[in-house]
Structure formats: C-alpha cells, structure tokens
C-alpha cells in the first residue's frame, strides 16, 4: 500500500489538497502535483477561499465497499465525492474525493480517450459536487456539464462530452 499525503497552496486562495491512496499509481495517470492543480483550479474559479479537500485513490474492492455502503449498488464506480460543508477556524472543508484508478482508465480505454484526460475530468466533476453542483435534474445537469466542458478547455483536456 503506498501512502502520500501533501499540501499545496493555490494562486490566491489558500487550497489545502490531501492525497491518500491504497492503489498504485498507473501508467499515464497524472502526478500529484497534477491532481492538486486540477482541483485548486476548479475551487479557484468558483470562489473557495481557504478550504480543503480530500482525496483517496483507491482500487475497486475499496470503491465497491464504499459504492454498497453510500449508494447501495453493488459495482465499483469511477469516482465518489462527498460534500461535506465544514467550517473549522475560518477553513471550509469542502469534502473527500474518492477516485478508482482502473475503473477510469477502463472508462477512458471505452471511451477511446486519454487516460490522464479522463481521470482530471473526473476530478473536476467531483469538485463541482463538493461545491454544491448536481445534475439530478434536466437544467442542473445542462448547467454542470457546461461548467466542465469550459473549465476542461482551461486545462487543456479533451472536451468530456464529444
């Protein structure tokens, strides 16, 4: 089991990424520093001061547990995110990510995309649900996937949509 934990601050806001991890990395997925870029860039644009999130890369007997456990299906999923809406000592704690490697990279070979691509996708995704995005209904989930395709062209990966 590798075990990594960092911090990183952000541009102007004070971003606090935690990266913790049961799965090894794989080929062509993206470095920490990566991760962490891609998630402060979301949280910056859409305003989050001082917060933190927290983010688990974990492989799909761990995700499968947490899929039964949260959602009740029986499957390993790509990615989890859940809000979490604390303020201690003026950092907002914005939630824990939980990302399976293998099931995005099975995703991004299905879906004939890049690997890295498709799993920074994914994080961007999931931040938006800990910042209070949803696509439960017809305009949320137009409003979100908008949101995704304009901030995917920012970090130059491929639209998730096309």
Same mark, same amino acid.
């Given at each position: 089991?590798?075990?990594?934990?960092?911090?990183?601050?952000?541009? /102007? /806001?004070?971003?606090? +990424?935690?990266?913790?991890?049961?799965?090894?990395?794989?080929?062509?997925? !993206?470095?920490?520093?990566?991760?962490?870029?891609?998630?402060?860039?979301?949280?910056?644009? @859409?305003?989050?001061?001082?917060?933190?999130?927290?983010?688990?890369?974990?492989?799909?007997?761990?995700?499968?547990? @947490? /899929?039964?456990?949260?959602?009740? #299906?029986?499957?390993?999923?790509? +990615? @989890?995110?859940? !809000?979490?809406?604390?303020?201690? %000592?003026?950092?907002?704690?914005?939630?824990?990510?939980?990302?399976?490697? #293998?099931?995005?990279?099975?995703?991004?070979?299905?879906?004939?995309? /890049?690997?890295?691509?498709?799993?920074?996708?994914?994080?961007?995704?999931?931040? @938006?649900?800990?910042?209070?995005?949803?696509? %439960?209904?017809?305009?949320? %989930?137009?409003?979100?996937?908008?949101?995704?395709?304009?901030?995917?062209?920012?970090?130059?990966?491929?639209? !998730?949509?096309?």
């Amino acid at each position: 089991m590798v075990m990594s934990k960092r911090k990183m601050s952000a541009k /102007n /806001n004070r971003i606090t +990424i935690d990266i913790s991890r049961n799965s090894e990395s794989l080929e062509g997925e !993206p470095s920490d520093e990566k991760i962490r870029e891609t998630i402060a860039y979301v949280a910056e644009q @859409l305003g989050s001061e001082d917060s933190e999130i927290s983010l688990r890369i974990v492989d799909k007997e761990e995700m499968l547990d @947490l /899929n039964q456990k949260y959602r009740d #299906r029986d499957n390993s999923t790509n +990615i @989890l995110s859940f !809000p979490a809406e604390l303020d201690f %000592q003026g950092i907002d704690f914005l939630g824990d990510i939980v990302i399976c490697n #293998r099931v995005v990279r099975s995703e991004a070979v299905s879906f004939e995309m /890049n690997y890295a691509d498709r799993y920074r996708h994914m994080l961007v995704h999931a931040t @938006l649900h800990l910042l209070g995005y949803d696509h %439960q209904e017809e305009n949320e %989930q137009l409003n979100m996937e908008e949101l995704e395709k304009k901030i995917a062209l920012d970090l130059k990966i491929g639209n !998730p949509y096309e």
